[in-house]
């Protein structure tokens, strides 16, 4: 019953790695309404960086979906990206006046070796709005990080010195070389290395990287679910869809679910009840109360135990 999600490798994570992330809409439904929006995410990633120390070094924001190329420091990828998206999705529900998901499932997440794949990722993303034909040249696309290789200070937050030390020691001439690397890839067609990985899906580089890269993720392995994977375990135990779980009414079926939900999140993820809340349209004391009486009820009620056991085991599979 659960074998779709069991067999979903888990993310390979450890201080220092850069991964190329994708954040696609639901149902390729856009994820930007306005420039409000777009202003509202920069913001999010440069409080991320804060928080978290993970470092930007390229990004950018399409209509129905966005590219980003993130180095984590000691804060796992997971929760630095289930932050981000949710923080995200709650401003945009708020503004809309909407409820539920935004952005397509799991968020795509390639680790990428950046000795040797930095620059061509950078390229990548920052000339997306080229090969949509949105406009001719990456310079007049205002919604990416081309613009912080341009000038200094274009973003704050943004690391720029990394990329361009790779290409010189002097920064005007790295910018130029920079420059000239991007402009001859606009006529460049889809690099599908950068959605497919190599050998493993979840990897870009040579042979020897994968190895170290394995190595050093058996080590910090991460082990803490989201809560997207929480509420689609949630989801198929208690056979609820979207509809019933994001209600506004109080019907049992979606109650019963969201203090499943509240409990998963409460063991065993870095997401908070608070968050939980938020996503729901519900504060922190009715989840909280909900998880008691879940408890309770488990206590003398053979069925609402065994729930209890199938979202337990259906998480340990997922991120044993």
């Given at each position: 019953?659960?074998?779709?999600?069991?067999?979903?490798?888990?993310?390979?994570?450890?201080?220092?790695?850069?991964?190329?992330?994708?954040?696609?809409?639901?149902?390729?439904?856009?994820?930007?309404?306005?420039?409000?929006?777009?202003?509202?995410?920069?913001?999010?990633?440069?409080?991320?960086?804060?928080?978290?120390?993970?470092?930007?070094?390229?990004?950018?924001?399409?209509?129905?979906?966005?590219?980003?190329?993130?180095?984590?420091?000691?804060?796992?990828?997971?929760?630095?990206?289930?932050?981000?998206?949710?923080?995200?999705?709650?401003?945009?529900?708020?503004?809309?006046?909407?409820?539920?998901?935004?952005?397509?499932?799991?968020?795509?997440?390639?680790?990428?070796?950046?000795?040797?794949?930095?620059?061509?990722?950078?390229?990548?993303?920052?000339?997306?709005?080229?090969?949509?034909g949105?406009?001719?040249?990456?310079?007049?696309y205002?919604?990416?990080?081309?613009?912080?290789?341009?000038?200094d200070?274009?973003?704050?937050?943004?690391?720029?010195?990394?990329?361009?030390g790779?290409?010189?020691?002097?920064?005007?001439k790295?910018?130029?070389?920079?420059?000239?690397?991007?402009?001859?890839?606009?006529?460049?067609?889809?690099?599908?290395?950068?959605?497919?990985?190599?050998?493993?899906?979840?990897?870009?580089?040579?042979?020897?990287?994968?190895?170290e890269?394995?190595?050093?993720?058996?080590?910090?392995?991460?082990?803490?679910?989201?809560?997207?994977?929480?509420?689609?375990?949630?989801?198929?135990?208690?056979?609820?869809d979207?509809?019933?779980?994001?209600?506004?009414?109080?019907?049992?079926a979606?109650?019963?679910?969201?203090?499943?939900?509240?409990?998963?999140?409460?063991?065993?993820?870095?997401?908070t009840?608070?968050?939980?809340?938020?996503l729901?349209?519900?504060?922190?004391?009715?989840?909280?109360?909900?998880?008691?009486?879940?408890k309770?009820?488990?206590?003398?009620?053979?069925?609402v135990?065994?729930?209890i056991?199938?979202?337990?085991?259906?998480?340990?599979?997922?991120t044993?």
């Amino acid at each position: 019953m659960y074998g779709v999600h069991m067999a979903r490798k888990q993310r390979i994570y450890y201080p220092g790695a850069f991964y190329h992330i994708i954040l696609r809409g639901n149902a390729q439904q856009d994820v930007f309404f306005d420039d409000c929006d777009r202003y509202r995410f920069l913001l999010l990633m440069q409080e991320a960086v804060e928080k978290f120390g993970c470092r930007i070094h390229a990004f950018c924001l399409m209509s129905n979906h966005i590219h980003i190329a993130l180095q984590v420091g000691n804060i796992s990828l997971s929760r630095v990206m289930q932050n981000l998206s949710f923080r995200y999705t709650t401003w945009v529900n708020r503004r809309m006046k909407r409820s539920g998901h935004l952005f397509q499932g799991r968020y795509k997440a390639l680790l990428v070796d950046a000795d040797t794949y930095l620059c061509e990722l950078a390229a990548y993303i920052h000339l997306n709005p080229v090969r949509a034909g949105m406009v001719a040249k990456p310079e007049d696309y205002l919604w990416s990080g081309h613009h912080a290789y341009l000038l200094d200070g274009y973003y704050p937050w943004f690391t720029s010195d990394y990329l361009l030390g790779l290409f010189d020691s002097k920064k005007d001439k790295a910018r130029e070389l920079y420059l000239c690397y991007v402009a001859e890839r606009i006529g460049d067609r889809l690099t599908d290395q950068f959605l497919k990985g190599g050998i493993d899906s979840r990897l870009l580089g040579e042979e020897s990287f994968v190895e170290e890269a394995m190595c050093k993720a058996q080590i910090l392995m991460e082990i803490k679910p989201t809560l997207e994977e929480i509420i689609e375990i949630v989801k198929v135990i208690c056979a609820v869809d979207d509809e019933t779980l994001y209600s506004l009414h109080r019907g049992r079926a979606a109650a019963e679910a969201r203090a499943f939900i509240a409990w998963g999140v409460a063991e065993y993820s870095d997401c908070t009840i608070s968050e939980t809340g938020r996503l729901f349209g519900r504060d922190v004391t009715t989840l909280s109360n909900s998880i008691m009486r879940l408890k309770l009820k488990a206590c003398s009620n053979a069925a609402v135990a065994g729930k209890i056991e199938a979202v337990r085991q259906a998480i340990m599979n997922k991120t044993g």
